[in-house]
């Protein structure tokens, strides 16, 4: 098949062009990089701000970062409780460990690979101080039960949208119906500056909390003096001038993603042995298939010899059963993890061995590769 599909690895399938070649030169030729003095990150933080309706956004260096801030807007004390999904980028799970807190993996719908609200409830007790819930592929998760959940509770909501760029809710943009939201700006998210994160809140204490975490626990104001534990999270100017010349691609990048999307569900309707995702306020990071009766890996194989960019599985392994948790974490200490047994996720562990199957997603595809990925599934799966 001579068809290529456009990757987010190069330039054919991203939207990098002339406005972040001119962003760059205006940062360079300013001769301020760093956003403590600059101008760059401080407005893209009130662009993403004011598109996402948020009180504060608060820029750093990664997706991981950002969770990072999040974890310590939570404030767990060391051994503390965090209750998060075994299916998302390790980014999630890292900055929990970071804080010593401990990472307790409830199990997702298996329709979607989101966490399913009813498992986290059943892992609420008295060490619980935060729920991470991951926007998977872009689908909006169900946050509304899970904020009920977070303030019954009294938790911190935490709503990764890494892959969630603009994924709507019945009540706003993913990432603003819990206490902190965050973004990434990695290469291979919707919109990039190679590496680059952004936290969003509405709550003053939690934004103080996080800006000094950032910036080493510096209160700039104060003058030369730290009253907080903190470490460097900035940005660059030249990080956030590329990502501002992106956030004004971000709506078109989303259009162009859904409207083939939508295509690809209609195309697949009908089929019995496929189930993608249902269209409703996602934002395809990837395009997502669940296949309840199994054979993911099989499928995947085969649309991939098809010349289709498909993935059984998105993981090797759920991360309740990642290495790392079994592993020193410092030194040779696995404080708090000592005698930590993740518990089992069945409906997780499944998907991921046998019935999920992500195909990559670009908004620079057009009619024809849907219509290729359309007929290799159908081959398979009619
Ligand atoms: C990419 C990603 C992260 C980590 O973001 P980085 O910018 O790569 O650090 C965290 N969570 C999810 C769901 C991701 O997809």
């Not at 075994?86 to 989101?114: E, H, M, R, S, Y």
């Not at 994924?167 to 919707?190: C, F, I, R």
């Amino acid at each position: 098949m001579s068809l290529t599909f456009p990757n987010m690895a190069e330039s054919a399938g991203r939207t990098l062009g002339e406005e972040e070649i001119a962003a760059l030169e205006r940062v360079i030729r300013s001769g301020m990089l760093s956003s403590v003095w600059g101008t760059e990150v401080r407005a893209l933080e009130g662009e993403v701000a004011e598109l996402y309706g948020s009180r504060h956004a608060i820029a750093c260096s990664s997706g991981t970062a950002a969770l990072h801030l999040s974890v310590v807007a939570a404030a767990p004390d060391p051994g503390d409780e965090i209750i998060t999904t075994p299916i998302t980028d390790f980014g999630t799970v890292a900055p929990i460990l970071a804080q010593n807190a401990v990472p307790v993996f409830a199990d997702v719908d298996p329709a979607t690979g989101i966490l399913d609200p009813r498992a986290v409830a059943r892992l609420i007790g008295p060490r619980t101080r935060a729920i991470m819930v991951v926007h998977l592929f872009g689908a909006p998760a169900p946050v509304d039960d899970l904020r009920a959940l977070a303030d019954r509770h009294g938790l911190t909501l935490i709503e990764d949208c890494a892959q969630a760029w603009l994924t709507e809710l019945p009540g706003g943009y993913a990432g603003t119906a819990g206490h902190v939201g965050t973004l990434s700006l990695q290469q291979w998210k919707h919109i990039t500056c190679g590496d680059g994160g952004l936290t969003l809140t509405d709550d003053d204490e939690l934004a103080r909390r996080m800006r000094l975490f950032a910036d080493k626990g510096w209160d700039r104001a104060k003058g030369r003096s730290h009253e907080s534990l903190g470490l460097n999270y900035r940005m660059t100017e030249l990080q956030g001038a590329v990502a501002r010349a992106q956030l004004a691609k971000l709506p078109g990048v989303l259009a162009d993603r859904r409207r083939t999307a939508v295509q690809l569900v209609e195309a697949l309707r009908g089929l019995e042995k496929v189930r993608p995702a249902r269209p409703d306020g996602h934002a395809w990071w990837l395009f997502p298939l669940v296949l309840p009766g199994g054979g993911a890996r099989e499928l995947a194989e085969k649309l991939r010899e098809d010349g289709i960019p498909a993935r059984a599985g998105y993981l090797n392994q759920t991360l309740n059963h990642a290495p790392v948790l079994e592993s020193p974490l410092y030194g040779g200490s696995r404080y708090p993890l000592e005698g930590y047994e993740a518990a089992a996720c069945p409906e997780a562990e499944r998907m991921v061995a046998e019935t999920l199957l992500v195909i990559d997603w670009n908004e620079n595809y057009t009619g024809e590769h849907v219509a290729a990925v359309a007929a290799a599934v159908r081959k398979y799966c009619g």
